[in-house]
């Protein structure tokens, strides 16, 4: 099958290998489907029939990983976690067992590093490349092909799973080696969760003081439009505090949002004193104000 280049640009267009997905739940689903409606060459496998069924127009339902592995030179793995990846990939009905040498295998299951690296080196006994591909987007992204794509592998591997990655992502970022694009997606949920905690804890302060949470909902999403969320501060190459040559506007810049921080949570955390909330998220926050706007111990006067 051929796609387009997406750039616009003129040139051949890109040739998307035969393609497998194992795991059918809400990320797998949405995988599959853009893969079909592209008419990529689709095999599909799920261990709840009911799952696969829907896909018999568009694809091949296998019978089993390893009979998926041999029709296809690219495998998305989507599955749950470790021993659900691990079951897929090894064993007599396995996708080890029945790919061809040059086959690669792409985890988008969110698991440990050490598993994904594990893996590597098993598939490569069996002439089967790993790549892992953290997502992030959730299941309506992943139904709209507009997945964010975090990927680890050397850059021929990304490069040769790029055109299936095209098909369901809006954007593809190669991370680094093995290992590289879970650990972003590790990352980029820790801000989510993260942002979570604050949204409740905030929500807690707001209902002791008598708020509408609705109204405080839509306050806060329509400030972050202009203001930016969580990323805001995610510009430079390092999470280290600015060095001693670092341009000086910048660094007064986030002197003066630091020490705004702190005032502002030093009243955040007076009311929830005198509400009686505990706050321990916003503590911490103010503790650690000075290392959010870069300014450790290399920006001590």
């Known amino acids: 099958m051929t796609h387009s280049d997406s ?29 079909g409606r ?77 598993t994904v690296r594990a893996l590597h080196a098993e598939g490569a006994a069996h002439g089967v490349t790993i790549v892992d591909c953290g997502v992030s987007g959730g299941p309506s992204a992943a139904a709209s092909g507009e997945l964010v ?50 949204a409740f804890e905030a929500q807690q302060l707001a209902e002791a003081a008598g708020i509408d949470l609705l109204k405080l909902g839509q306050a806060i999403k329509e400030s972050d439009k202009r203001i930016g969320g969580a990323s805001t501060l995610m510009f430079r190459t390092t999470a280290a505090p600015w060095p001693a040559d670092a341009d000086p506007g910048i660094v007064g810049a986030m002197r003066a949002g630091s020490l705004l921080a702190h005032k502002d949570l030093a009243a955040a955390l007076a009311l929830g004193d005198e509400l009686g909330v505990p706050l321990p998220l916003a503590t911490l926050t103010e503790q650690r104000c000075d290392d959010i706007f870069g300014l450790g111990k290399a920006d001590a006067q």
């Open 7 to 35: 750039s616009g640009e003129a040139g051949p267009p890109t040739v998307v290998p035969s393609t497998g997905v194992i795991g059918l739940g809400d990320i797998g689903r949405g995988l599959a489907e853009n893969l």
């Open 38 to 114: 592209a008419g990529v060459t689709l095999s599909v496998f799920d261990i709840r029939a009911e799952a696969a069924e829907p896909f018999a127009p568009l694809a091949h339902l296998a019978s089993s990983p390893a009979d998926l592995a041999g029709r296809c030179d690219v495998i998305m793995v989507a599955v749950v976690n470790d021993a659900q990846v691990r079951g897929v990939l090894e064993g007599d009905d396995g996708v080890f067992a029945g790919a061809r040498p040059g086959t690669t295998v792409v985890i988008v299951s969110t698991i440990s590093t050490s």
């Open 149 to 198: 794509a975090m990927v680890g592998g050397s850059a021929d591997d990304v490069e040769r799973v790029r055109p299936v990655l095209d098909v369901i992502s809006c954007l593809v970022l190669h991370m680094g080696p093995h290992g590289a694009g879970l650990s972003a997606k590790l990352a980029r949920n820790l801000v989510q969760y993260g942002s979570w905690l604050a």
